[in-house]
């Protein structure tokens, strides 16, 4: 039924890897407990607010993976039949988009591309690491140096696969391969490497 109640504390019980992942299992705990049609509109800001104590706007973008971890294991626990808890989600995300420094869910991507890992073909994960090394507004860094490592490594081991599958495996692109598959702000429709980002390679040689 839709508004079926569950419990979460299997989640607590598992163990987590820190005290934030709990917090976050216990706040969602308590709210879906006591959800109601009534309420949800308001519960879900309480769970938003709550969350957004957890992680302050000076933390990197890093440390909101673990509070998005734990928000992704208790959306794998709501049941998936017309249950009230998915609706309520998908409020507390609202909520979270509209206020800052949340409005972009910060870390959120990259959780779901390891949590992804076996329901997204691996050249998904091939595209996004070239893209993010060779597509987007890079400046010389520690951070651009591991994205360039990154790409390369894929290029050298996943480039003969990946040639193949163009040239002789040639497939219809559904619609939502090309939106995530989509390139980089800086690509110009060219074959190439980007100038301000070839700056930015020789820069690193």
């Not at 957004?52 to 990197?60: G, T």
């Not at 507004?137 to 894929?154: F, G, K, M, Q």
Request: charge should be negative.
């Amino acid at each position: 039924m839709a508004n079926d109640k569950f419990n979460l504390q299997r989640l607590l019980d598992y163990g987590l890897s820190s005290e934030d992942d709990e917090k976050v299992i216990i706040i969602f705990q308590s709210a879906l407990q006591s959800l109601s049609e009534e309420t949800a509109d308001e519960q879900a800001r309480d769970v938003a607010s709550q969350l957004q104590r957890l992680v302050s706007s000076e933390k990197p973008i890093t440390q909101f993976g673990s509070t998005w971890e734990a928000f992704l294991s208790v959306a794998r626990n709501i049941p998936y039949r017309d249950h009230e808890g998915q609706g309520f989600i998908i409020k507390v995300i609202r909520v979270l988009v509209a206020t800052p420094p949340w409005g972009d869910l910060p870390g959120l991507a990259q959780v779901m591309r390891t949590n992804w890992s076996g329901l997204v073909e691996w050249e998904s994960f091939v595209i996004w690491q070239m893209r993010q090394a060779l597509e987007e507004d890079l400046s010389p860094n520690a951070a651009t140096d591991l994205r360039l490592s990154v790409a390369s490594e894929w290029a050298i081991h996943a480039g003969p696969v990946l040639l193949r599958k163009c040239l002789v495996e040639r497939r219809d692109v559904s619609e939502g391969d090309k939106r995530s598959r989509g390139p980089g702000p800086l690509y110009t429709g060219q074959w190439g490497i980007e100038s301000r980002t070839l700056g930015i390679l020789e820069t690193e040689v």
